[in-house]
């Protein structure tokens, strides 16, 4: 546990210097750049590439949980019971769909920049939560929902104090799936000049220039393993008090 | 009136109404070349003969017959019927649309064709769930609507098409895009397959070196897919450059290799922890029985645990399948081939017909790779022809 928190501090240290103080890596990247080539990528701010990036992400994600979740708990009500084997179906045949084939797809109608990437990564996002919320709360114990209606609760105050409550570790796992997704798919987007870090490591490709792709390449990656661990430690957390 | 509305389908109900708002959208679009924006053009202008107007009314029909709740039969009718009038409207009205549109006029499907195709296939789709088909009839129906896409593609009408045209144009790099897609999605499967089924089966055996791989590997499956392509470039034109032999065995920084390691390295955590789970889901009693009648741990791995966890096994290997696929696009710009090529060259160009021509064979070979994988998942299930 120990060893793992002091990783963390450390990656988050190299992260933020990565990100806010790019020269001091000068002398780490050089050997990687052409020679006489640039070695830190300077046509914007990396932190501003960030910060619309993670931006991006943070939208769509937000979005996709508020709809998927409704949508979860609008099929799992016996009103909405007619439209689960539908809802399935367009899950699974959904998520096979590859991210980029999806963002390649959304350029057609459109355009180009952060709108289709947006939207992209908004539908890509809405599956794995709906999943996972569906799951969630289909799979509730039924002495616990006959408790629930044994002390008189309403429908509204079993959803809203129950099942969401005891569902939501699982909806945290959809969450966190769809962030994943969407940190790599965001990356993609700047093929379609959405303002992300992707554009550090498209320069990269485009020039030769090794010290570009792996500059891009880190930060993603670490933004990326920092928010997964960051969501996995906060449903163990809750899992733990639900098992408490 | 309570008895009609409670024999109606809810689904279909959904179809019907978001089918008849897409009716009124643009169905296809003419432009005058192929980068220029088309001009949406409706159902209602293109139908102006016997041919297109049964066209229309089968796809009228279709949603209607969708509509009845107690007749799976004559929901998947419909759903057959509407997509043949559909995809026929296309095939007549392209042509006509192109008539003295000029030399380089060009046709596309807009979005209510699309929107239709969906909401037909899910209308498809729903009805054949209200089936439950089995494992082979579900293999055959796969078969038969393969056929029926591919006497669609070889139609005089679909050629016209604008994404048609550009396949026409480049039909061999096509072909090498195919290929190379394949190989790539395959060949990084195939591997996956040798290093993790060991891998796994080893971590199963040893709790302390599951705790040191499955964390790796789920790290990497994290990384941005664009990062690990791109950082594959250096760490392999590294490896070529000074490991002897490693440029003559065909590893290169450039082109088919990185793009494979990627893959490899995103295919192992579904390959591995499957591999994991399946062993793990044996039975305890099947375990005892097989330890009871003396058979040696290589004996119970071969003939119990792995026999029952292959349903497992092979559910690792469809996410796989799946993901690769996807994930092989990127490829493309890194010089690794495959569709991703003609993705990334239509996103430059600013040729919409140039991306589909990438995006949907991807996005069918995926699809078409997941009802593959789904039959044989099923297949080995133990009863699987007995339960539903």
New interface residues.
Partial sequence: MKAGHIIRIALIALLLALVLRPDWFVPVFAP?APVGGPVIYERASLLSLSLSHLGIVAVASLAATLIAVTLAILVTRPAGA??R??SR??T??G???????VL??A???LG?GTGPTLVALFLYGLLPIFENAMTGLSTLPSATMEAARGIGLNRWQRLVRVELPLALPVILTGIRLSV?IA??TA??GS??AARTL?EV??A??LTNN?AY??Q???I??LF??LI?DAMVQLEARLATRMGR | MKRIGAQLSPPGLLFAVTGLALLQAPFLSLAPNRIALGEGVTLWRLTDGAATASCVLAILAGFALGLLRSRPALRLAGAVLGLIGLLGLVVISAPALLEGAGEYARVSPAAGFWGLLVVMTLLLADSLTQFRPRPLTRALLLALGLGAVAIFLRSDGISQLSVMQEYAARSDAFMTATRRHLALAFGSLGAAAVIGFPLGILCHRKVRLRGAVLPVLSFLQTIPSLAMFGIMIPILGWVAANVPGASEAGIAGIGFTPAFFALLLYSLLPVVSNTVAGLASTPAAAREAARGMGMTTGQRLMRVELPLGLPVLLAGLRIVLVQNIGLAVIAGLIGGGGYGSFVFQGLNQTATDLILLGALPTVLLALVSAVVMDILVDLARPNSEKSP
């Avoid at chain 1, 998520?95 to 084939?101: D, E, G, K, L, S």
């Fill in positions: 990687l007619a439209f084997p539908l179906t367009i699974n045949m998520q096979t769909f590859p991210p980029v084939a390649a797809l350029v057609p109608i180009f994943v940190l790599g990356t993609i093929t379609v992707g490591i498209i990269g490709l090794t792709v792996v891009g390449g880190l993603v990656g990326a393993a997964f």
